[in-house]
């Protein structure tokens, strides 16, 4: 129990501590843009080409989705053409996932530049040459979403005690599930700890069904949209994985047992005080 505690511990301040362009917190919303986001809504030319040519000077990952099955590639924008409208992405690494997201009508693209959420629609992506390399061409998005401020209060889960997620894994697995300790949680998602790296985290990745026993409250069943993957290396030369997820798809009523358990959480730290 010293060894967990001590542990979680450990990657709350890598976490603060390491530089990265990914979020360090969850945001919220997931592919599709929702309505209640709009006061982030960003319509001027201007202001769209300078975040976009930020986000080709970090060179920063980018999660488009497309479909109905949650298919997506992991790109970047790697040119931008404000006198043609047009920018330009990289290509994915998977061929057979390229040419489904061609064939899409409209595609989802999720990024973080700075901790902050990312969010446009791209239309009839194109194939092209950039640089000698394949490539896709799309029109420069008419809105995007620049989400600033955080939605969500998100608060350290206990140390002692640790809230323990079940995440079911894929058919053939044995054992079928894994337990992972969550580091934080909000009503947009949480961050976990795998110190035996089972379930082997991707980005951009939903696991469903996943299982989180709320104490005085109840047990929660949600989706997760992982949105960032990152290793924390240990002396003994093992490395723990933390996966900073979104809840995806999941009913209101677990987001709303959620919402208790946080609650619930700052009562008691309150009285303990």
Partial sequence: MMAIQAMIKQVRVMSEHKPTNEPLRLEPSAAGAAAGNDQYRIHSDVEKLYILRSMLRSNVMATCYFGHDDDFILTTIIDVDAEQGEMVLDYGVEETSNQRALKANKLSVVAFLDQVKIQFVCHDLEETQYEGRNAFRTRIP??????????YYRIDT??????????????GSMPGTAEVILQDISCGGMAVVDPDARVNFDQGAIY???VIALPGVGTAKVNLRVNLVSEIPQRNGLKWQCARCEFADTPENMIAMVQRYITKLELDRKRKQ
């Fill in 142 to 151: 008419e809105t995007l979403l620049r989400i600033q401020k955080r939605a």
């Fill in 208 to 210: 469903r069904n996943c």
């Fill in 158 to 171: 206990p140390t002692i005690n640790p809230l323990k997620c079940i995440i079911p894994l894929p058919a």
